[in-house]
């Protein structure tokens, strides 16, 4: 058999951004608060994160482009709120942010996490952004931590 590759969430050294959109603010202020404390419990100093604010989740792609472009990070996590509404506008909007990071993630050599909340409801987002289901937030840095580990592993072979 051959190898196993798996990370582990070894942050020293280390750079990460954390993109956030300032629509639905209540709740990504609280993915953002979560990532931020993934990222610190994990050992990331503050001086090795930087944050950047969108204005809503449809330019969060390209910020987290721009982010991977720098070569300064390591990853790049991206944190939103997309809530339905009684428009058809939540379904276009949660189709092209989640298309938009995947596209940045694939065309990157480095892990670009998806950190959206898509809900139907208002409850549906209170518990995703802290409460019942935890923290989003909190989960893709998490996320981020373990995949940096797990490319760096790949990469050393």
């Known amino acids: 058999m051959g190898r196993t590759f798996e990370g582990k969430f070894d942050s020293r050294g280390r750079r990460i951004a ?20 993934c990222l610190h419990r994990h050992g990331v100093q503050d001086d090795q994160i930087d944050t950047a604010w969108v204005p809503g989740g449809f330019e969060i792609p390209i910020a987290a482009k721009r982010l991977v472009e720098t070569g300064r ?54 518990e995703r952004s802290g409460t019942k289901a935890g923290n989003k937030g909190f989960d893709a840095a998490l996320t981020a931590l373990e995949m940096i580990d797990l490319c760096a592993a790949i990469d050393e072979g």
């Open 73 to 126: 990070y390591a990853a790049v996590v991206c944190v939103g709120c997309i809530i339905q509404g009684d428009t058809p506008h939540f379904h276009y909007v949660a189709s092209e942010v989640t298309k938009g990071i995947a596209q940045v993630s694939l065309n990157s050599d480095i892990p670009v996490v998806f950190g959206i909340v898509t809900a139907e409801t208002l409850d549906q987002a209170i």
């Open 18 to 37: 954390v993109v956030g959109s300032r629509f639905n603010d209540f709740f990504t202020r609280e993915l953002m608060d979560g990532a931020l404390d």
